[in-house]
């Protein structure tokens, strides 16, 4: 089984560049779908969900071209002829479920398989198929699999617009009722609608296709359905989360490191939480931060998770870390997921002072992590880990590595080339 060894206490310099973001080219990889010609997305992430994606693309019959080397992945939906996102991918990668919202709105069907829960949390999607259903859909569940259709006996039957109020501002529920109301007839009013960047720049991908969005990064989208959409040439945006795992990798150990694609904008509470902590960071631009060795000892702090603007739930297992070592007591509460402090025991195996009391980690600042066999839960605490390793003294193992590929393009890549001693085994 593969594993990252760590050998910690190296300081980091140098320049990193944030690659595309998973949480977006995902999700722009699925609107594709909704076009009748050819999408290029550019600046895509050489990551496992990614290449997940691209199966669930192909076995619904898409035409799915991938030049890595230049980071472009080009789909043509030309020769789509199946609705049916198979089990065996859905439960690789939740987000498989995004491709409902295209189909729904194209084809008036979708059947996929309920993803399980993972890790952090149940993961319904009952505020998706609400939105459907409220677009004039129906329907039934059977042996793990959602049949859902336009509830319509007449053939070519489409969604309707219609005012959808989300109970929960969920990312994934935004998005696949943005794309449902894409080609369906009339208005669709997303209330209480997810505000993240990434579903700015998944409406902005839309309307490149021909869609009229307004408003996303509110938290009232307005839909206008369109009777078709084109294909587009798009650049997906900056990781902020990837980003934001740097920063806090340098402000754990770093000397002077640069963050290329920084967008810092999109982590502005995130960038406010450091600057509260002591963290010596600064805006070089609009995309470039750089971090700078600590010019005094950090403080504690407390944090709330909470969907953006708030501090992004998952940059909570990366700032903990960071929290463990700083004097003091700090508090850390998670808001959006109800199962995500798993990794807390972990990091209690290297030293750290993290007591869970419902959904508050109470943190008493230690000296120094020291270096154990640890595992990844799931895709954040495992790059958590990560950053564990190369804070603690002596040598850190970090297994299950597979959840931390699923999110990070080239991660022991970009740490080595920062002065960190990390490398993969098998
Ligand atoms: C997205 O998941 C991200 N994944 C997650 O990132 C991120 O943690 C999450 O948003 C919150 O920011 C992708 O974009 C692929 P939600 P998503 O719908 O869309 C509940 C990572 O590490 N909920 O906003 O699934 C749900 O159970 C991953 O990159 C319902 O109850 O998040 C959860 O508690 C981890 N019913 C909360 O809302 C629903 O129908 C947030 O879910 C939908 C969600």
Known sequence: MEKFIINGGKTLSGKVKISGAKNSA???M???ILADSKTILR????IEDVNIMIEVLRTLGAVVDVDVENKVVEIDPGSISSYEAPYELVRKMRASILVAGPLLSKFGKVKVAIPGGCNIGSRQIDLHLKGFEDMGAKYSIEHGYINCQVDSNEAGAKLFGTMVNLDFPSR????????AGCLADGQTVINNAAREPEIVDLANFLNSMGADIQGAGADCIIVNGVKSLDGTDYEVMPDSIEAGTFITAAGLCGDRVEIENARWKNLEIFYSKLKEIGVNISIVDENNISVDAPREVYRPTNISTLP???FPTDLQPIITVLLSVVPGVSIVTENVFENRFMYVDELNRMGAD????????VIKGVEKLSGAPVRSFDLRAGAAMVLAGLAAEGSTEVSDIHHIQRGYEDFVKKLRNLGADIRKVS
């Open 26 to 28: 995902l999700k722009l």
């Open 43 to 46: 600046n895509v992430p050489e």
């Open 354 to 361: 993290v007591k869970i009391d419902g959904h508050h980690a």
């Open 308 to 310: 953006y603007p708030g």
């Open 30 to 32: 699925a609107a594709s």
């Open 172 to 179: 994934g529920a935004t998005e696949n009722i943005m794309m």
